[in-house]
């Protein structure tokens, strides 16, 4: 029932309907919250992904509270399912944090923000996503440049460019994929 919850959720977000949809997902939340017990690692797993789904919606809806409050607990779950699986769930694990990072630039917590969008970086350069390392650097690079700390954001912002040409000569969109060739 949560699953399809979620499913549904996610429907409703795409049909613009986001207020019903995190109706639907807190109501799957909810479920699987009261199922989740320390060990079960396929709910987790989904109850991760749920608070994950639910905190983006609750962004743009602009309540930035409740969504640190649940990308908090999907980062605790994913950093338990890594221990777990970690050439399975190093890549949530990292977007969590990327979320939080964003999240926290939102609210203003500087410090917070940086050290989230840090961890970010280091686990998606652990698992090898060049596009994803691109983009977190890119975040932090920007992070750093509007506080003022230019000589910190410049090799970020270097580093994140470099490795999108490289991607873009291979042929790579970094958010689509390899690109066919011209016929």
């Known amino acids: 029932v949560a699953l399809t919850l979620r499913l549904l959720g996610g429907l409703r977000e795409r049909t613009d309907r986001v207020g019903h949809a995190i109706t639907t997902l807190e109501r799957a939340a909810s479920l699987l919250d009261r199922m989740y017990r320390p060990g079960d690692y396929e709910n987790a797993e989904n109850l991760a992904g749920v608070l ?3 905190s983006r919606y609750h962004e743009a809806e602009e309540r930035l509270d409740r969504s640190l409050e649940l990308m908090r607990r999907s980062l605790a779950l994913y950093g338990e399912l890594t221990q777990h699986d970690p050439a399975r769930f190093r890549g949530r694990l990292a977007s969590a944090w990327l979320s939080l990072g964003i999240y926290l630039r939102k609210t203003g917590q500087d410090e917070e923000c940086r050290a989230a969008l840090a961890m970010s970086l280091d686990n998606y350069r652990e698992i090898g996503d060049r596009p994803a390392v691109a983009h977190a650097l ?5 992070h750093l440049a509007e506080a003022g700390e230019f000589d910190r954001a ?8 470099g490795i999108l040409e490289d991607l873009a000569w291979l042929g790579i969109d970094w958010d689509e994929g390899p690109r066919p060739e011209a016929g």
């Open 52 to 54: 994950h789904d639910l």
């Open 154 to 161: 410049r090799p970020l912002l270097h580093e994140s460019a």
């Open 138 to 142: 890119c975040l932090l690079g920007e």
